[in-house]
């Protein structure tokens, strides 16, 4: 065992779970750390697509409003990837029902990316990574977020050079958005050419 719990406390039940947690861990040199306090924010898992249209060469992003953001000084709306809270045992299966969600498009050729750590230092949030490739005719549903959770997102559609030009110049901030747009790029390497 490298980790020896020895306190657990729950300051937060909710939505989200906060726990302050006293523990030691084997450190490098084969010792004992000395206690440590840690706060540890139970997010669940969840899931992100980045949906490229072939046929228009487009990626169909959604613009919507962030607390969190906002309290860091920024507007607070953001343009991102679509995602969700993973509430199936299929990270997939999650991800195509979030597409249809959020941007309405029914989509069934995906790559998985894989899977991070949002912020491994405070947070056990773990995403999924995807990314969806369909046409325009995979639009069937309206999208634009669930009313029963209060979402408001508007549907974006960002030609791919553009794209490509805004992430190199540093304009996106969603990290799970960059990570794809990179993946897809990194992938599709002949679509780089601006």
Known sequence: MKVKILERNRLLDDFFKIDVVKLKFK????KWSNTV???????????GVLIYVRDKD?????????????????EGWLDEIAAGILDDPS?????KRECIEETGYEISDFDEVGSIFVTPGASTERIHLFIG?????????????????????????????????????????????????????????ELISV
């Open 58 to 74: 487009v990626f169909v992003l959604v613009r919507q409003f962030r607390f969190s953001v906002y309290e860091a000084g920024e």
């Open 133 to 189: 490739y369909c046409n325009s005719e995979d639009k069937k549903y309206r999208g634009g977020g669930l009313e029963e959770e209060n979402e408001d997102l508007l549907i974006i559609e960002l030609p791919r050079r553009e794209a490509y030009q805004k992430l190199l110049n540093g304009e996106f901030n969603d990290g799970k958005t960059i990570i794809d747009l990179q993946q897809y790029f990194l992938r599709n390497p």
């Open 27 to 30: 450190k490098f040199s084969g």
């Open 91 to 95: 990270p997939l299966t999650c991800a």
């Open 37 to 47: 306090r840690r706060l540890n924010f139970e997010r669940g898992e969840s899931v």
